[in-house]
């Protein structure tokens, strides 16, 4: 309190020596100013902190105020970042696909995955490609990867797959070595097998396994997988391998449907 007394003389004093006339002499100004400098000092001692309190106080307004603004700007950036990495992964898929399609296919029909059944009785998706698009039953359906399966229902604007990890699906397949030829089916835990191998065919773990053509369905030399295991009846004469199918279907998004093998 004492030091707010001695301030609010020092103002009054300032203001008096101020409005002083300009009769008064200099010399006298300046002996009052040399009289009152101890308690500007006070002065300057006493406002000096409350100045710089006033600048933070105003600085932490103006950042409560702005970090909102760089919060939704944050989240607004990272949605963004998420956008764009999704449609580079789709632009990937979709060029390998067409890039399929113009060496190989140029009649197919990008279609993208709408709907899926990977139930213990039934794998199959749905396309977002029908008839008037011209997807026919029985027509093979390849991702980037690989054989994914054939067209058993048509809409005018959808379609069902039959996936080739289903336990009702056949494939010709040939072991692209050795050129044996077998049937690949579905098995029950979402895989596939490759049956009726010559029981003294030697087939081993990583070897490729290719479509035959057989069946017109499916043309000749697309990837269905390699080989896990070989499995050998014990008294038949044929034994049968384990396939990892190259399709992901856990993973489908793009597919390819092939114009039906005449």
Known sequence: MRRIVIVAVVGLSL?????????????????????????????????SPLG???????????????NPLLEDRADSLGREVVRLREVGEENRELRSLLEYEREEFPSGIVARVIGRDLSHWNQSILINKGGADGVVKEAAVISAQGVVGKIIEVAPHLSRV????????????IIQGSRQTGIVEGTADGGCVMKYLPRRLPVFSGEVVITSGLGQVYPPGLLIGTVSQVYEEEFGLFKSAQLNPAARFDRLELVMVLKKVP
């Open 15 to 47: 203001i008096a020596l101020l409005s002083l006339s300009t009769s008064v002499s200099s010399s006298l100004k300046i002996s009052i100013v040399e009289l009152l400098s101890p308690l500007q000092s006070i002065a300057h001692e006493v406002f």
């Open 52 to 66: 710089s309190l006033v600048k933070n106080i105003g600085r932490i307004i103006q950042a409560a105020r702005t």
């Open 162 to 173: 039959l996936l080739i990890i289903d336990r009702t699906s056949g494939v010709g397949g």
